[in-house]
């Protein structure tokens, strides 16, 4: 199993910039990727970014390519989810998750492909 406790997250004004972290424990050897989602209130899970953990290839979704870069630190077991000119429609809860090596999935986006999920942190953004 891995545990993931992911922090950062906070209150900042339109086009401020904001740095979530996931810290990985456990298993983390089985770690093929490591990705962002956010939920609104009201609105559906969605993709925002993933890296590899070995490659460190990573993906986003259109609406935040350009603004947030995700990293990773393979030393501190940690990801990173560098946000910068942040919008109010970013505002939501932030969870990352991780899929394990060998897993089934439909695209880098797939959630029901990521086994495991931190608790989420709250990124509301002002206009």
């Known amino acids: 199993q891995v545990q993931l406790v992911d922090s950062g997250g906070g209150l900042v004004q339109a086009g401020g910039s904001l740095r979530l972290s996931c810290a990985a424990s456990?298993?983390?050897?089985?770690?093929?990727?490591l990705g962002w989602f956010r939920q609104a209130p009201g609105k559906e899970r969605e993709f925002v970014a993933t890296i590899t953990w070995r490659e460190e290839n990573a993906y986003y979704a259109d609406s935040v390519k350009d603004r947030f870069t995700i990293s990773r630190d393979n030393a501190k077991n940690t990801a990173y989810l560098q946000m910068n000119s942040l919008k109010p429609e970013d505002t939501a809860v932030y969870y990352c998750?991780?899929?394990?090596?060998?897993?089934?999935?439909?695209?880098?986006?797939?959630?029901?492909?990521?086994?495991?999920w931190g608790q989420g942190t709250q990124v509301t953004v002002s206009s």
């Open positions: 998750a991780a899929r394990f090596v060998g897993t089934v999935a439909r695209s880098w986006g797939d959630s029901r492909s990521y086994g495991y």
């Open positions: 456990g298993r983390t050897f089985n770690i093929y990727t």
